[in-house]
């Protein structure tokens, strides 16, 4: 059964860093597009980046260019999104989502992925 865990959130002070993990169980990551998506409270799940399943290629939300980068690991099975510079509006619960149709780019829509994790929360508060 296809299974992501995402981890690595926390409580972060503006200005901070943080690092959120999406490991894969159940099968191999190698063959998947990973998106990270995020909801703040009373709002819709947007896109924050995403990296094609061999890593060639990724894209990044405008309002995140410059200050997070994703990466992946098929040797560990695990997609990794740095945070930096972190703002009080990245507060959010952040979503990885799988798709196993994409090999050489991916999608920004929550529609482009059919398998996700239960979340992670990240804030940015003083």
């Known amino acids: 059964q296809l299974q992501l865990v995402e981890s690595g959130g926390g409580l972060v002070q503006p200005g901070g860093s943080l690092r959120v993990s999406c490991a894969a169980s159940?099968?191999?990551?190698?063959?998947?597009?990973i998106g990270w998506f995020r909801q703040a409270p009373g709002k819709e799940r947007e896109g924050v980046s995403c990296i094609s399943a061999r890593g060639g290629n990724t894209n990044y939300a405008d309002s995140v260019k410059g200050r997070f980068t994703i990466s992946r690991d098929n040797v560990k099975n695990t997609v990794y999104l740095e945070m930096n510079s972190l703002k009080p509006e990245d507060t959010a619960i952040y979503y990885c989502a799988a798709d196993a149709t994409r090999r050489y780019s991916c999608s920004d829509y929550v529609s482009g992925y059919d398998s996700w994790g239960q979340g992670t929360q990240v804030t940015v508060s003083s």
């Open positions: 159940g099968f191999s990551l190698d063959a998947y597009a």
